[in-house]
Nanobody, 122 residues
């Protein structure tokens, strides 16, 4: 069993920056991808950024050039740097790991964190 814990959310003015971190409670043997999602009030959860096991990244158009996803293998974390924040970035941000295996013989599973609130004031 793996727990994902997000941190780094908070209240920031438009144009400001935050750094979100997603930490896993156990060492991951392998995974397909790790993504950051967000859900604003009254809206569906959307994928913001994802990094594959090979290191390739992908972003939703609305955050390209402003957000950066990166994996810190030494710290067993995946971070999301949020720059030039806009009020429309306000949401709860969730970390997800897809197809994670803790051991070579284990079955792959998806895991979600509990979310961290990001609020951007205008």
């Amino acid at each position: 069993q793996v727990q994902l814990v997000e941190s780094g959310g908070g209240l920031v003015q438009a144009g400001g920056s935050l750094r979100l971190s997603c930490a896993a409670s156990a060492r991951i043997f392998s995974f397909n991808s790790i993504g950051w999602y967000r859900q604003a009030p009254g809206k569906q959860r959307e994928l913001v950024a994802v990094i594959s096991s090979s290191g390739s990244t992908r972003y939703v158009d609305s955050v390209k050039g402003r957000f950066t996803i990166a994996r810190d293998s030494a710290e067993n974390t995946v971070n999301l740097q949020l720059n030039s924040l806009k009020p429309e970035d306000t949401a709860v941000y969730y970390c997800n790991i897809a197809g994670a295996k803790i051991t070579s013989w284990g079955l792959p599973r998806d895991y979600w964190g509990q979310g961290t609130q990001v609020t951007v004031s205008s």
